[in-house]
């Protein structure tokens, strides 16, 4: 089994900044895919930044340019900053890494627990 632990959230005025990690435990023999997604009370959950095993990224229109999502292999961690936050990035934000733990070579995904990013004044 994989764990993925999410941490860094919490409450931050308009304009700040958080780093969010995710980091994972479990038997790992690649990793294919790590990403962040967010869910807002009555919304659905969307994907806010994709990064892949060679480091290719993605990002929602939303975010470009705000935020950031890196990587340490060595740490199996990613991680996410978020700059020039606004009241619209407020979502629990969970991190989703796809990976392989069997000698099938089968790709599952994993989901973290989430955690609570509030920007309010």
């Known amino acids: 089994q994989v764990q993925l632990v999410e941490s860094g959230g919490g409450l931050v005025q308009p304009g700040g900044s958080l780093r969010l990690s995710c980091a994972a435990s479990?038997?790992?023999?690649?990793?294919?895919?790590m990403g962040w997604y967010r869910q807002a009370p009555g919304k659905p959950r969307e994907l806010v930044a994709g990064?892949?095993?060679?480091?290719?990224?993605n990002y929602a229109d939303s975010v470009k340019g705000r935020f950031t999502i890196s990587r340490d292999n060595a740490k199996n961690t990613v991680y996410l900053q978020m700059n020039s936050l606004k009241p619209e990035d407020t979502a629990v934000y969970y991190c989703?890494?796809?990976?392989?733990?069997?000698?099938?070579?089968?790709?599952?995904?994993?989901w973290g627990q989430g955690t609570q990013v509030t920007v309010s004044s």
């Open positions: 990064i892949t095993s060679g480091g290719s990224t």
């Open positions: 479990g038997r790992i023999l690649s990793i294919n895919t």
């Open positions: 989703k890494w796809t990976v392989v733990t069997g000698w099938d070579f089968m790709n599952s995904p994993y």
